[in-house]
């Protein structure tokens, strides 16, 4: 596609059940980053996929966060038994090199995750 | 240490009038790049502007330009002839090479009618 696609839109749970959230890059990205927005805050950043290297997990906030990236393409972020605090948009990014500095970061639409 | 700073958390403006949104960074590295994103209420980030670090010109892009001042470590959003439609966040952020991109924690603008 011509942007980076995330689906679904908006995805409300019951507090304990598992989410997959997933984002679809700009097709020829060798990175792809999810992000964190609670309401009226900032970025916070959660993982960071680029290209063959070992992912940089650093920001994911807890071992009930998780992620993977299939064939270098398609990104899945799974948040299980989830929480009320877990409740914000969850944004994608990719872009096309992986460490340039000039590399720009293009975003997709987000999940809006709502915890009851 | 803030490796973004963005020291107006809201600014307000006139329609047609410029704005500058302030973006100050902290790095070592003699390579980075330097971005603006536009985040209106929909929610999507919208990249704006680059400024790389080796440049020798300051970006511009249609009614925002970035004021590069490289001995200061700023890097300030200027948009000319404000429209209604640039209420928005506005996050600046860094890369330095071989690393992760770092957000600053936004500005909002409200332009007025």
């Known amino acids: 596609g011509a942007g980076v696609s995330q689906s679904p839109s908006n995805k409300v749970t019951e507090k304990g059940k598992d989410v997959e959230l997933r984002c679809d890059p700009i097709?020829?990205?060798?990175?792809l980053y999810w992000y964190r927005q609670s309401l009226g805050q900032g970025l916070e950043f959660l993982i960071y996929?680029?290209?063959?290297?070992?992912?940089?997990k650093s920001g994911l906030p807890s071992d009930r966060f998780s992620a993977e990236r299939t064939g270098g393409s398609v990104s899945t972020l799974t948040i299980q038994r989830t929480q009320q605090e877990d409740s914000a948009v969850y944004l994608c990014?990719?872009?096309?090199?992986?460490?340039?500095?000039?590399?720009?970061?293009?975003f997709g639409p987000g999940t809006r995750l709502t915890v009851l | 240490a803030q490796k973004i700073t963005q020291t107006q958390p809201g600014m307000f403006v006139q329609e047609k009038e410029a704005v500058t949104l302030d973006c100050t960074y902290d790095t070592s590295d003699p390579s980075y790049g330097l971005f603006w994103y536009k985040q209106p209420s929909s929610g999507e980030m919208i990249f704006l502007i680059y400024q790389g670090s080796y440049d020798q010109q300051n970006a511009t892009e249609g009614r925002y330009s970035l004021n590069f001042q490289k001995a200061r470590k700023s890097a300030n959003l200027v948009i000319s002839a404000s429209q209604l439609g640039d209420s928005a966040m506005y996050f600046c952020a860094m890369r330095e090479y071989g690393q992760n991109f770092v957000f600053g924690p936004g500005t909002r603008l409200s332009v007025l009618p």
């Open positions: 097709s020829g990205h060798t990175a």
């Open positions: 990014a990719s872009s096309l090199l992986a460490g340039g500095s000039g590399d720009t970061q293009y």
């Open positions: 996929f680029q290209g063959n290297s070992a992912p940089d």
